[in-house]
């Protein structure tokens, strides 16, 4: 197939799956390599780009989605009468970005860096999706641990989490430590992150 072919079916396939599909999977269903792929989907993320297209080809970390353009949002949520969702509260977004920086981290972590309680705002995170259980810690109580997903590089429009800004003071070495400059001390069970 060439890069045209190859771009029209990788295009039925994400309009198909309605959410994010890993390169592989893609890779695998065409019988080509990544390399092929991903430049026959930058081909049609371009064109879509280019030509003003009311749909968009999104790329976040290794994955792509078809989704709606930006520009007509409005159009499209008085055609589907979508009401906007809630905006996240302060207290949302202060333990999204703790889980961001610190992830996976425990609530009980997170709760430590902000000083309050957090369990109503990570039920709340996990019901919208940008956040979810990735394992537990190996200590006593076995405390469960949690990571962003998907969804939370979609809301913020980010392709992977190396485009998080910065924390002011934080950085050691390259790597993001709280105030104290030490590692938080998570060991996790058979290794997962």
């Given at each position: 197939?060439?890069?045209?072919?190859?771009?029209?079916?990788a295009e039925g396939i994400l309009f198909a799956?309605?959410?994010?599909?890993?390169?592989?999977?893609?890779?695998?269903?065409l019988e080509t390599s990544r390399d092929e792929t991903e430049r026959a989907l930058q081909s049609l993320g371009d064109y879509y780009a280019f030509e003003r297209r009311g749909i968009r080809l999104l790329h976040m970390e290794d994955s792509w989605q078809l989704c709606s353009a930006p520009d007509y949002a409005a159009a499209i949520r008085r055609a589907f009468e979508v009401r906007r969702p809630a905006k996240l509260s302060q207290p949302a977004?202060?333990?999204?970005?703790?889980?961001?920086?610190?992830q996976p981290t425990t609530r009980a972590y997170v709760d430590q860096i902000r000083g309050v309680d957090?369990?109503?705002?990570?039920?709340?995170?996990?019901e919208r999706k940008l956040i979810e259980e990735c394992g537990r810690l190996q200590v006593p109580g076995r405390p469960r641990l949690y990571r962003t997903t998907q969804a939370f590089l979609r809301a913020f429009h980010m392709e992977s989490l190396d485009e998080l800004p910065p924390l002011p003071g934080f950085e050691t070495e390259g790597q993001m430590y709280p105030a104290g400059g030490e590692e938080p001390a998570m060991p996790l069970e058979g290794g997962q992150a």
């Open positions: 197939m060439d890069t045209k072919e190859l771009a029209a079916a799956a309605g959410e994010p599909v890993h390169i592989d999977r893609i890779c695998m269903a977004l202060e333990v999204l970005a703790a889980i961001a920086y610190y957090s369990a109503y705002t990570v039920g709340l995170l996990l």
